[in-house]
């Protein structure tokens, strides 16, 4: 397999903790790419121009990250990461989509902050993304108590809660999110020190 990736994308470190959870890692082949360069060839396998996009051995290509991770985890002879029992799947399915619109929201915060021209910012749709990413949290602090830390098994949930939270420490170094979540910031401390975080940790912005 094949994966384009970009070493500080919060959905590429998604699949990257999922891989290495399945112990797939070394079947997956690793290749940089700059999605925003006007040069990439990215739009040839992935219609969307974004990183992740995983080529199977097969030839197909899969995007974007809950597909590609889901995909993974069928490969998985472990615990599953995507519970199959209802019950409990669609609980994790939506505290994983509350990280990810979390991660969404801070991409178009960043994008308004930094990439926009002053003179073009739209201070109500960054407000927007700002509270976004505040309610967000707040599910995830909720959540945080009865979520896989160090050992054991992990869902989906706490790998994109966990991507999506070092990504807004590498962009945001004030944004200052663990003094309103206390119980989320000690889950995050220890989940840090899971192999498969470690080893993804994106390097310096």
């Not at 990439?40 to 990250?65: E, F, M, W």
């Not at 609980?91 to 960043?110: E, F, S, Y």
């Not at 989906?156 to 966990?162: C, H, K, Q, Y």
Request: contains cysteine; negative net charge.
């Amino acid at each position: 397999m094949q994966l384009r990736f970009s070493p500080t994308s919060p959905f590429v470190r998604k699949v990257r903790i999922t891989a290495i959870e399945a112990g797939l890692q070394d079947q997956i082949e690793h290749i940089t790419t700059d999605p925003w360069s006007p040069e990439t060839d990215l739009r040839q396998t992935n219609p969307l121009s974004k990183v992740p996009c995983l080529i199977t051995d097969d030839g197909t290509a899969l995007y974007d990250s809950p597909v590609i991770c889901e995909y993974l985890d069928s490969l998985n002879a472990g615990p599953k990461m995507f519970p199959e029992d209802p019950s409990v799947r669609f609980k994790i399915l939506a505290l994983a989509a509350a990280a990810d619109g979390m991660t969404d929201a801070g991409i178009l915060h960043l994008v308004e902050t930094v990439r926009r021209p002053k003179e073009l910012k739209w201070e109500w749709w960054d407000e927007r993304q700002q509270e976004t990413m505040r309610t967000a949290l707040t599910v995830l602090n909720d959540a945080a108590p009865s979520m896989a830390t160090t050992d054991g098994p992990i869902t989906i949930a706490e790998i994109t809660a966990g991507s999506g939270l070092g990504w807004m420490d590498l962009r945001f170094k004030d944004l200052n999110w663990r003094t309103d979540n206390p119980a989320l910031a000690d889950w995050f401390k220890k989940i840090s020190e899971r192999p498969s975080f470690k080893e993804t940790e994106p390097p310096a912005a």
